[in-house]
């Protein structure tokens, strides 16, 4: 017979790659989660790691077991969803990971509703890329992900998760009060000398915005570098930097910054909550959502900011 816990360290390796990581994130040591593992290919009659230098892979045999484990603790949530759910109230604790703007301007406003409507439920917030994130909600750090997604370039939908899309947040150009356009100038054409500030390589924030300013002709000079939109901000504000903001940024309020859209492109994120499909009709899960539409039905475009 093969034993769940022991099953649920294999797939904890699987998914964060070494016998330390497993060790750190369940509070054991390496060398228990070592001899665990070993019990498990006793119970299996089969070899599932093979040392390679000083980390382990798994063999396809265990491959095989993990997705076996997937499926089983993923009935398993089911469960624990429809016990939640003939519960009289709304309770227990919901681990949500954000990106920064999301964090910024939705969740304080969504933990409050949840307070007022849910008082026995407890909200535990942490600010994560989704890079970051969408694993470890995958390895069950987290309940639910706000992730961003720019146009041709979407974050991975593994089979195991459910996405739902809360809204299409535009995005604009935003520039230094000292630039002056007349009415039929492109306004991204005259900042092709113009520093920029944009998020790091490799972002799929930065390859979208690259991909704008070429279209438009020009390589675009980035002279800082931050996955921080608030930083971004205030760059453009003082006069450093040109950049591309989303419109959730501003919460409803009036630009600080002139802000020009971006016509002929498809110039829009849109922002996805991310849960695991085990997990989709959990209460807490539907309270959270639910909440998080009411916010996002429907959003104003801010104005024009000053010119």
């Not at 095989?64 to 997937?70: K, P, S």
């Not at 453009?236 to 950049?243: I, K, N, Q, R, W």
């Amino acid at each position: 017979m093969l034993d769940l816990h022991r099953l649920r360290l294999l797939r904890e390796l699987a998914h964060r790659g070494t016998l330390t990581a497993v060790a750190e994130a369940l509070s054991y040591s390496p060398s228990t989660v070592s001899q665990q593992l070993s019990q498990l290919e006793t119970e299996a009659g089969a070899v599932l790691l093979e040392h390679v230098g000083r980390r382990v892979r798994l063999t396809q045999q265990a491959q095989i077991l993990v997705a076996y484990t997937e499926r089983i603790l993923e009935q398993l949530e089911r469960a624990q969803a429809d016990v939640a759910a003939s519960a009289a109230e709304v309770a227990g604790v919901v681990r949500i990971a954000a990106f920064q703007t999301a964090a910024l301007t939705m969740l304080p406003t969504a933990i409050t509703t949840l307070a007022a409507r849910h008082p026995h439920l407890r909200v535990h917030l942490t600010q994560a890329e989704p890079e970051q994130a969408l694993p470890a909600l995958l390895a069950r750090d987290f309940d639910l992900v706000i992730a961003e997604e720019y146009p041709d370039h979407p974050q991975p939908r593994p089979a195991e998760t459910d996405a739902q899309e809360l809204l299409a947040d535009p995005i604009r150009l935003a520039h230094p009060r000292a630039l002056q356009t007349r009415r039929n100038q492109s306004a991204l054409t005259l900042l092709a000398k113009h520093p920029w500030v944009m998020e790091p390589a490799g972002s799929a924030s930065r390859a979208w915005a690259i991909s704008v300013c070429r279209k438009a002709g020009f390589e675009p000079e980035i002279r800082y570098e931050t996955t921080d939109l608030i930083l971004q901000l205030r760059l453009v504000e003082a006069g450093h930097a040109a950049a591309f903001l989303p419109d959730l940024i501003w919460n409803g309020r009036r630009p600080t910054v002139p802000t020009r859209p971006l016509p002929k492109i498809q110039a829009h994120r849109r922002i996805v909550t991310t849960v695991r499909r085990g997990h989709v009709s959990h209460p807490v899960i539907i309270a959270l959502r639910t909440a998080l539409t009411e916010l996002t039905r429907p959003p104003q475009a801010p104005s024009e900011g000053p010119a």
